[in-house]
């Protein structure tokens, strides 16, 4: 199925993407051009590989380009529409998202929050997460956002690396009918982190908690304070925000977003990629604890000024119709969601779509993992009505926004089902071996990005050397994103997982090495080792191998318990679906792990040639390792 779409030409100022492709970095500056920048920068990129610092000298705040430059337009336009599964409602216009942002701006000023200070953001998906961005961007201080998933152990983790200041969190949050208490989860997370001064409470839920001397109540704070906060006037490589992402080694990474080069990024891909018009109903139903929710919830969308519908809760609950009824109640006009929740509501069958007016839409988006053809074609047929394009945007929390993605607004190109396309303009991909050679069309090989790009992260935060190792050592000046690709005879990318071990369970990116250590924390555990296997809904779903410590008896409520402890170290989401005893893990002679044999075996994909399987090991090597897997897994 081929299906070509013009539409929204008149959007854009560039006509195709080989506009970009003579000279990319004035094509960047063209469009930050488009910004508004309190003094302009006086160097486009200043590049002493691999860290890039772009349009330097240039003054900017994302905040003021996210309100004020869209209240001196439209006051009164719509920016948040909010609904809460019990179908609470709430909404709030620009003027008005301004006036609240500048009061938490000075709240955080009067907590003593400078520029450069870091400030944790731990909320569910309400306005004030987004008033909490905002709030800091204003005031130069870098925000630092945890997914409200997250336990406590994980919190303190990610505070102590970055040493917040001030915390922000609510009472708590809902999810399917449950009020889960994050501002206990908190307080249990710092119980030892003296460095930070306050936690901001808002009242969300109004369940009891406990307030203490250094927690302050949002509604008694910021009340107070004036609704006026002049921006900060910031270097254009002031770092705007830190997130936390996993990786193939040890503890989540710091990645570090700076402000220029990253809204003007955000800002010309949002518009090419949704063709946003003024009259969109624009729908996300990313978190915004992930990059999907800053870049095209927060940013993106704000600096256009768009309305956008924000949702509290499951998508399926408390109906498994929830998300068609609020495209059908508010008219939405874009939907931007992941394969996984197109899988679930696919399983869910054809009658509840097609008994929800879904006329509105025009434009459907998917982003996080890759979407199989036959996701694609359910998603253009029984959503799009054949009507709607089907953008698929391949990024990553490194890269600040796409980089590969169809772009209806700018030309017509056929899309293919399962190609994300091409890159977007001023963006150069490659697809390379081993060696760093560009392989033949439609040969699977690693993606590379061969140029730096204004959103591209500017370090991992507080690791510079870790920065060089993880994204550019593999390959000379080409940024490795560690994902497989195949590039056609047509130029199309078709994106085929991860190369590395970092897994993408219901699109959420989780380290396999971040697994076992949480596993080898619990006391009966000596060794473990997890992998991804493909998951009908999921994705990949988690499977895990575990060695007790002598004389630990292995039992089920043992399996429940170590499962439940990876729930409480990391959170809910990496909780494995299938968890093994053994006795031994299967190793190389040099102690690697045989990952990919595990991965095969649970996956029933040993017959045949198998010497393939661990570059490390000998065929007799592997052999002796599953045959003592095996006997182990029948005996326990
Ligand atoms: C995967 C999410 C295929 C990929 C924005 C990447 C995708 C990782 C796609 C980044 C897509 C993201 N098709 N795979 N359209 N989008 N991925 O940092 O493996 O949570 O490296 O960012 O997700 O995940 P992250």
Known sequence: MDSTFEIGLGNNDIKTRSDASQDSIKFWEGQAAKLYWFEKWHTALEW???FARWFVGGKIN???NALDVIVKKSPNKKAIIWEGEDGTKRELTYQELLSEVSKLANALKSLGVKKGDRVTVYLPMVPELIMSLLACARIGAIHTVIFSGFSAKSIR????????????????????????SLKDIVDEAISDLDFVEHV????HTKNNIIITKRDKKWHELVASMSSTCDAESLDSTHPLYILYTSGTTGKPKGVLHGTGGYLTHVFSTFKWIFDIQDSDIYFCTADIGWVTGHSYIVYGPLMHGTTQIMYEGALDYPTPAKLWEIISRYKVTILYTTPTALRMFMKFGDELPNSNDLSSLRLLGTVGEPINPQVWKWYFKIIGKEKCPIIDTWWQTETGGALISPVPGLETIPLKPGSATRPVPGVTLSVIDEHGKEVPPDSKGFLVVTNPWPGMLLTLWGDD??????????????YYPGDYAIKDKDGYIWMLGRADDVLKVAGHRLGTAE???AFVSNKAVAEAAVCGIPHEVKGESIISFVVLKEGVVP??????ELINHIKKTIGPIAAPDQLCFVKKLPKT?????MRRLLKAMAKNELIGDISTLEDEASVDEIKTALDELQQTLDKL
């Open 200 to 203: 901001l409470v808002l009242e």
């Open 515 to 517: 697994l076992e250590s």
């Open 157 to 180: 983790d990610r505070v102590e690396d970055s040493k917040s200041k001030v915390i922000i969190t609510s009472d708590g949050g809902t999810r399917r009918g449950n009020v889960i």
């Open 48 to 50: 002493s590989p691999p």
């Open 589 to 593: 002679r040099s102690g690697k792990i």
């Open 555 to 560: 039992t089920i409520q043992l399996k429940e």
């Open 465 to 478: 050397e870790k920065y060089k190792t993880v994204y550019w050592s593999k390959y000379k000046n080409m």
């Open 62 to 64: 994302a905040s003021y």
